[in-house]
């Protein structure tokens, strides 16, 4: 069967293309990369460390949320917070672990991700829940305060049911 070359450059020229469009995200990826290290080095103290790691991180990279764990069984890290004039609960998604098996514990009890409770200030007022996945997990104790819109059930796909925050 002869091949032929219109096709084949064709495939070529696809793949091609794909590959770089992904140099070009991984190139704006490490652009971003690279300006959170710079923040990171030129943090001036322990208060600009934690914004920029906890905040700017967040912010940087379109995340929901960061959680930053420190393990400080001599208190030495809550001290230098203190130290700095920050209080140490005062900083969303920190959190302090009194010893290494404490960490080793969390980190392999499943490997589940670990889901807060709804906040308003930081949540959207809908939310979209398919069945079998992590929000319909953390969905499910908070139905109370959510109002059911609209489900959808497709033969040979998870039923996905959209809430709104709030009672009708």
Same mark, same amino acid.
């Given at each position: 069967?002869?091949v032929?070359? *219109? !096709? ?10 794909r590959m &770089?469009?992904?140099a070009?995200?991984? #190139? $704006?990826l490490?652009?971003?990369l ?5 923040k990171?080095?030129?943090a ?9 790691l ?7 990279f379109?995340l ?18 203190? *130290? !700095? ?5 005062s900083l969303?998604?920190?959190?302090? &672990? ?5 960490? #080793? $514990?969390?980190?392999?009890a499943g ?12 949540h959207?007022?809908y939310v ?10 953390a ?7 959510l109002t059911?819109?609209l489900?959808?059930?497709v033969?040979?796909q998870s ?7 709030g009672?009708?």
């Amino acid at each position: 069967m002869p091949v032929d070359p *219109d !096709a084949n450059s064709g495939q070529l020229r696809e793949q091609l293309r794909r590959m &770089l469009a992904q140099a070009r995200d991984n #190139e $704006r990826l490490m652009r971003r990369l690279q300006l959170f290290e710079l923040k990171l080095i030129q943090a001036g103290d322990m208060r600009e460390l934690a914004y920029a790691l906890l905040s700017d991180y967040r912010r940087g990279f379109a995340l929901d949320a960061v959680t930053l764990v420190l393990v400080d069984s001599g208190y030495e890290q809550r001290r230098m917070l203190l *130290d !700095a004039g920050i209080e140490p609960d005062s900083l969303a998604g920190l959190s302090f &672990l009194d010893g290494g098996q404490t960490l #080793e $514990r969390r980190l392999h009890a499943g490997g589940a991700p670990v889901l807060g409770r709804f906040d308003p200030a930081r949540h959207a007022d809908y939310v979209v829940a398919c069945q079998g996945d992590p929000v319909w997990a953390a969905v499910r104790p908070q139905r109370a305060e959510l109002t059911e819109l609209l489900s959808i059930s497709v033969p040979g796909q998870s039923r996905c049911t959209i809430y709104k925050r709030g009672q009708p």
